[in-house]
């Protein structure tokens, strides 16, 4: 009988944590290495609608016609603070040649996103989706644990390169951006 509960204590203890191998974050953070997919291999359009941080719809279809950089994070998330600068530079650099939009994902409430898209003066419009739903659309590219990261879609809304994890410098997303407006 002794073998059974100890059995039943290890399962126990394996389903109590659902996000095995994160520690305490809760998070799993990527390797932040860019994955590029040649245009001739690309999949459908990205269809993603969501509401923004100030109550304005967001649909990925009306910003067709120039590449779309989207960044998912997390106002508690570590890296995602690291890298908010060089996406902040990346959009002045990139101008209006390209659009940028956030995914803010796991805050509880759109207040906190708010406050980091101040302390962080993020230029750029964030759809709040606290439960994650508005990663479905990336599925297959992006972890939905996996926070941050980063998505570039072409002029026709297919993802074109992805980052899974902290963008490592501004550079690397303009190098990343830049290929896809030389098409």
């Known amino acids: 009988m002794r073998p059974l509960v100890v059995l039943a204590c290890l399962l126990a203890l394996v389903g109590c ?20 997919v040649a245009p ?27 590449p779309v950089v989207v960044n998912v994070w997390w106002s508690q998330c570590p890296p995602c603070r690291i890298e908010q ?4 530079e990346a959009a002045a650099v990139l101008g209006d040649q390209v659009t940028f939009v956030g995914i803010n994902i796991r805050d509880s409430s759109a207040d906190a996103a708010r406050a980091y898209v101040r302390r962080f003066d993020v230029p ?8 994650g739903a508005a990663l479905l659309p990336f599925a297959g590219t992006l972890n939905p644990r996996s926070i941050p990261s980063t998505v570039v879609l072409d002029a026709d809304g297919r993802i074109a390169a992805s980052v899974n994890g902290r963008v490592p410098t ?9 290929k896809v407006l030389d098409e």
Request: no cysteine; proline share 3%.
């Open 17 to 36: 944590s659902s996000l095995s191998g994160t520690g305490d974050k809760e998070y799993i953070t990527g390797e932040g290495v860019p994955s590029e």
């Open 124 to 131: 750029y419009a964030t759809i709040y989706s606290a439960d």
């Open 40 to 66: 001739t291999a690309r999949d459908t359009s990205i269809e993603l609608t969501g509401t923004d941080l100030d109550g304005n719809e967001v649909d990925l279809a009306d910003l067709r016609g120039k």
């Open 170 to 178: 501004t550079q690397t997303l303009l190098s990343l951006v830049e």
């Open 85 to 88: 600068p060089d996406l902040n």
